[in-house]
T-cell receptor
Framework: ELKVEQNPLFLSMQEGKNYTIYCNYSTTSDRLYWYRQDPGKSLESLFV?????AVKQEGRLMASLDTKARLSTLHITAAVHDLSATYFCAVQETSGSRLTFGEGTQLTVNP | EPEVTQTPSHQVTQMGQEVILRCVPI?????FYWYRQILGQKVEFLVS????????KSEIFDDQFSVERPDGSNFTLKIRSTKLEDSAMYFC???????????FGDGTRLSIL
């Protein structure tokens, strides 16, 4: 059974600071997705990582994938309050299309 | 931008009753999914649907659950006899190809009393 673990689960940070969220998974996969969820809302796709060494950047967020280490990171640069949300990584096994989600990282950016 | 739409946004149902959750996926998408999220927990896969049949299902998706695509646009999830533990947010998602990001609807909050 595929396991996906994120850490930290809760992250409180000050505006302007940098931090990294980690996503580890237990099986061979080269397809990983990052989603953002605001309270009571749906999931918004942020990044698609489809190969080893893939790196994607959008604004203050950068995601990377190391399939050998079975690890993805979501790096936040110079955080702003608008980034406050829950961030989920989701892994897709090569044998199908279902997504297995991590527990989510609840990010709070304080002024 | 096209989006996945779900109705109703909130459904309150007595335990033991049947409930149908409705979704209209993005029109040129071929793969359809249902996920659920119990309050404060992670998102869990229920079922995927492609080419008019179930392609994968999880252990959560037991005989009480069924999915249908009754016409060219709607995709429904039916729970035959609801239990208290079915209370959750149910998300529908769709994608054009299996290795593209899945687009999620706003969800239906299901409350079982």
């Amino acid at each position: 059974e595929l396991k996906v673990e994120q850490n930290p689960l809760f992250l409180s940070m000050q505006e302007g600071k940098n931090y990294t969220i980690y996503c580890n998974y237990s099986t061979t996969s080269d397809r990983l997705y990052w989603y953002r969820q605001d309270p009571g809302k749906s999931l918004e796709s942020l990044f698609v990582l489809l190969s080893n060494g893939a790196v994607k950047q959008e604004g203050r967020l950068m995601a990377s994938l190391d399939t050998k280490a079975r690890l993805s990171t979501l790096h936040i640069t110079a955080a702003v309050h608008d980034l406050s949300a829950t961030y989920f990584c989701a892994v897709q096994e090569t044998s199908g299309s279902r997504l297995t989600f991590g527990e989510g990282t609840q990010l709070t950016v304080n002024p | 931008e096209p989006e996945v739409t779900q109705t109703p946004s909130h459904q309150v149902t007595q335990m033991g009753q049947e409930v149908i959750l409705r979704c209209v996926p993005i029109s040129n998408h071929l793969y359809f999914y249902w996920y659920r999220q119990i309050l404060g927990q992670k998102v869990e896969f229920l079922v995927s649907f492609y080419n008019n049949e179930i392609s994968e299902k999880s252990e959560i998706f037991d005989d009480q659950f069924s999915v249908e695509r009754p016409d060219g646009s709607n995709f429904t999830l039916k729970i035959r006899s609801t239990k208290l533990e079915d209370s959750a947010m149910y998300f529908c998602a769709s994608t054009q190809w299996g290795n593209q990001p899945q687009h999620f609807g706003d969800g239906t909050r299901l409350s079982i009393l």
